[in-house]
C-alpha cells in the first residue's frame, strides 16, 4: 500500500513580507489626514485660515496689557525700600492679608515687620498695598500696580507739597475793609468842606446867635458821622 505524503506549507519569505507590509503602510499613509492635507486645495485653506485679521487699537492695547508681567508684593516692598523717591509710601505704609480664620486683616506695615507674622505669613497670603490708610497701590486680585504705572507720584506729591486751599469768606471780609476805608475820607472831606464854608461865610463880624447855629450844625454833623471816622 502505498503512502500519501504529506504536503507541508513552505513559509513565505522575507522579501515577500516585506513587500506586504510596505504595501500596508503606503495603503495607511495614503488615508491619513497629512496626505490630505498635501493637496493643494487642503493647503490653500490652512494658508486663508491660518492668515490673521489686522487687529484695533484696544484690542493691541489689551494685548501688550496681557504680555506685561505683574509684580509681586516682594518686588514691591524691595522697590519701596531702595526708591528714595517713594520714602513716604514706605514710611505710611499699610496691608490687607488673608487670614485662615479671620478673613481680611488691616494691619500697618511697621507692626507687621515688629512682630512675629512676618515669618509666620507667606507674602501670597498679602492682597493689598496701601498708602496712607486710604490709597490701594497695588492689589493682588484686582492686578492693581500704580507703581509701575506711575500714578502713585501725584498722590504723593499732594500730600508733601498740599496747596492751600482759599477761603472766601476771608475774602470777603477784606473787600469789606477795603470799601470802608475808601469810604471814610469821603466824609471826612465832606466835613472839611462844611467847616470851611461855613468859616468863610461867617466872617469876624457875625453875631452871636449865627455863631451858636453853627456850633450846633457842626455838633448835630459830628453826631450824625462821627461814628464812620473811628
Same mark, same amino acid.
Given at each position: 500500500?502505498?503512502?500519501?505524503?504529506?504536503?507541508?506549507?513552505?513559509?513565505? +519569505?522575507?522579501? @515577500?513580507? =516585506?513587500? #506586504?507590509?510596505?504595501?500596508?503602510?503606503?495603503?495607511?499613509?495614503? $488615508? &491619513? /489626514? +497629512?496626505?490630505? @492635507?498635501? =493637496?493643494? #486645495?487642503?493647503?490653500?485653506?490652512?494658508?486663508?485660515?491660518?492668515? $490673521? &485679521? /489686522?487687529?484695533?487699537?484696544?484690542?493691541?492695547?489689551?494685548?501688550?496689557?496681557?504680555?506685561?508681567?505683574?509684580?509681586?508684593?516682594?518686588?514691591?516692598?524691595?522697590?519701596?525700600?531702595?526708591?528714595?523717591?517713594?520714602?513716604?509710601?514706605?514710611?505710611?505704609?499699610?496691608?490687607?492679608?488673608?487670614?485662615?480664620?479671620?478673613?481680611?486683616?488691616?494691619?500697618?506695615?511697621?507692626?507687621?515687620?515688629?512682630?512675629?507674622?512676618?515669618?509666620?505669613?507667606?507674602?501670597?497670603?498679602?492682597?493689598?498695598?496701601?498708602?496712607?490708610?486710604?490709597?490701594?497701590?497695588?492689589?493682588?486680585?484686582?492686578?492693581?500696580?500704580?507703581?509701575?504705572?506711575?500714578?502713585?507720584?501725584?498722590?504723593?506729591?499732594?500730600?508733601?507739597?498740599?496747596?492751600?486751599?482759599?477761603?472766601?469768606?476771608?475774602?470777603?471780609?477784606?473787600?469789606?475793609?477795603?470799601?470802608?476805608?475808601?469810604?471814610?475820607?469821603?466824609?471826612?472831606?465832606?466835613?472839611?468842606?462844611?467847616?470851611?464854608?461855613?468859616?468863610?461865610?461867617?466872617?469876624?463880624?457875625?453875631?452871636?446867635?449865627?455863631?451858636?447855629?453853627?456850633?450846633?450844625?457842626?455838633?448835630?454833623?459830628?453826631?450824625?458821622?462821627?461814628?464812620?471816622?473811628?
Amino acid at each position: 500500500m502505498s503512502q500519501s505524503i504529506p504536503r507541508f506549507i513552505q513559509p513565505s +519569505s522575507s522579501s @515577500s513580507r =516585506s513587500r #506586504s507590509s510596505s504595501n500596508a503602510n503606503s495603503d495607511v499613509i495614503s $488615508s &491619513s /489626514p +497629512s496626505h490630505l @492635507s498635501s =493637496s493643494p #486645495s487642503m493647503m490653500e485653506y490652512y494658508k486663508k485660515s491660518s492668515g $490673521s &485679521s /489686522p487687529l484695533s487699537k484696544e484690542e493691541e492695547e489689551l494685548m501688550n496689557q496681557k504680555k506685561e508681567r505683574f509684580q509681586t508684593c516682594k518686588e514691591v516692598i524691595d522697590r519701596l525700600n531702595w526708591d528714595e523717591s517713594l520714602a513716604d509710601v514706605m514710611q505710611n505704609l499699610a496691608m490687607i492679608y488673608k487670614d485662615r480664620f479671620e478673613g481680611d486683616v488691616f494691619i500697618s506695615y511697621s507692626e507687621y515687620e515688629n512682630s512675629e507674622l512676618k515669618e509666620d505669613l507667606p507674602q501670597h497670603r498679602i492682597q493689598s498695598l496701601i498708602y496712607r490708610d486710604e490709597h490701594v497701590f497695588w492689589d493682588k486680585n484686582k492686578r492693581i500696580d500704580l507703581i509701575t504705572s506711575k500714578e502713585i507720584f501725584p498722590i504723593i506729591d499732594s500730600y508733601l507739597n498740599p496747596t492751600e486751599p482759599i477761603d472766601e469768606t476771608s475774602q470777603g471780609a477784606e473787600i469789606k475793609k477795603k470799601k470802608k476805608k475808601n469810604s471814610k475820607p469821603s466824609i471826612s472831606l465832606e466835613k472839611s468842606k462844611a467847616s470851611t464854608l461855613l468859616k468863610t461865610t461867617s466872617g469876624e463880624n457875625l453875631e452871636d446867635e449865627e455863631e451858636d447855629e453853627i456850633d450846633q450844625y457842626i455838633a448835630e454833623y459830628d453826631e450824625e458821622y462821627g461814628m464812620y471816622l473811628k
